[in-house]
Every structure is written in structure tokens, then in C-alpha cells.
């Protein structure tokens, strides 16, 4: 047995050793995709994630550079979730000021308060009460798309209005 096992035992190391070399891809680890089609599934995957992010609970509202004034396209949708407000005063959000990364730490935190403080502004103007709205301000520190070319700055200029926690009690979702 003891004479089995000394000449097994190289081979199975061997065997053990060749296994872990071998490459089931072969030498060829190229992606299939031309630089074309990339730029395109990377635009759907924002467009995707985005359309995502108002559908799971919340809104996104987008700025302009430098920029706290709200587009006329999003007004009604701040008066939905403002008369669900007003018709649910147990109902709490959570709205997130956010800017690209032009100019100073310490001017983007205001930018981004400014624009949560426009978006608290339409929501108690059409009927919510202030103290449903929690605002923060959160700069340039939680980008919603990395880089800094103007797509990514664009993405990154927003305001994100969420539901508190105790608010899914309600059962209806006024951001869709």
C-alpha cells in the first residue's frame, strides 16, 4: 500500500497542478463588442438604472448647472406626491440634494441644499406639510454616475425624494 501511494501521489499532484493551468477561454480573452455598441449599452444602463430609481420608491428631479430652479415638466409630478402628502399626514420623505463636481466642496452642499429646499418649497406650496419633509444636503459625494463629462454631471445634478420607511404602510406609490 505504503509503495501504491509513493508513486500515486506525484501523479495526482501533477494532475492537481495541470488542472488549475489549464484555460477554458483559451489565450483569447477579448470582448465581442466595438467600442460603439458599448457607448450604447452604457447610455441604456443609465437610462435603465434611472428609470429604476423613480419606480422603487422614489423621485428623481433634474437641474441645470449651477441651477436650484425646478423644470416646469417636473412641477406635476411634486403636486402628486404633495396631495398624497396632504391626504396621508403620517407620511414622511426624505429629499436628498445632490451636485456634479464643479466648483468647492462647501458650494456644492449649498447648491444641493438650495435645490432640496426648492423641491420642500413645491411640495408644501401644493399641500404637504413641512414637517413630513426631512431635506439633506449631500454635495458631490454620492455621484449617480461616475466622471466628469457633462452625461455624468448631468446625471449628477438631482434632488432624490424618497419615502421614509414607516411611510410604505400606505400602500399607494405616488412617484409612479
Given at each position: 500500500m505504503n509503495?501504491?501511494?509513493?508513486?500515486?501521489?506525484?501523479?495526482?499532484?501533477?494532475?492537481a497542478t495541470a488542472a488549475?493551468?489549464?484555460?477554458?477561454?483559451?489565450?483569447?480573452?477579448?470582448l465581442l463588442v466595438?467600442?460603439?455598441?458599448?457607448?450604447?449599452?452604457?447610455?441604456?444602463?443609465?437610462?435603465?438604472?434611472?428609470?429604476?430609481?423613480?419606480?422603487a420608491g422614489g423621485?428623481?428631479?433634474?437641474?441645470?448647472?449651477?441651477?436650484?430652479?425646478?423644470?416646469?415638466?417636473?412641477?406635476p409630478r411634486l403636486g402628486q406626491v404633495a396631495g398624497f402628502?396632504?391626504?396621508?399626514?403620517?407620511?414622511?420623505v426624505f429629499i436628498e440634494g445632490h451636485t456634479d463636481d464643479e466648483g468647492s466642496p462647501e458650494q456644492n452642499v449649498v447648491?444641493?441644499?438650495?435645490?432640496?429646499?426648492?423641491?420642500?418649497?413645491?411640495l408644501v406650496k401644493y399641500g404637504a406639510l413641512y414637517d413630513q419633509l426631512n431635506t439633506?444636503?449631500?454635495?458631490?459625494?454620492?455621484?449617480a454616475h461616475e466622471g466628469s463629462d457633462a452625461e455624468a454631471m448631468q446625471y449628477n445634478r438631482r434632488v432624490v425624494v424618497e419615502w421614509n420607511s414607516r411611510s410604505d404602510e400606505f400602500g399607494y406609490d405616488p412617484f409612479q
Open positions: 509503495s501504491c501511494l509513493r508513486y500515486l501521489l506525484p501523479v495526482l499532484c501533477m494532475l488549475c493551468t489549464v484555460d477554458p477561454l483559451g489565450s483569447d480573452h477579448r466595438n467600442p460603439d455598441q458599448a457607448d450604447a449599452f452604457n447610455e441604456r444602463a443609465l437610462r435603465l438604472q434611472s428609470d429604476e430609481r423613480e419606480t423621485l428623481v428631479v433634474y437641474f441645470a448647472t449651477d441651477s436650484a430652479a425646478v423644470a416646469e415638466k417636473d412641477i402628502l396632504l391626504d396621508h399626514p403620517q407620511a414622511e447648491l444641493a441644499q438650495a435645490r432640496a429646499d426648492m423641491i420642500a418649497y413645491y439633506r444636503a449631500y454635495g458631490e459625494r454620492y455621484p
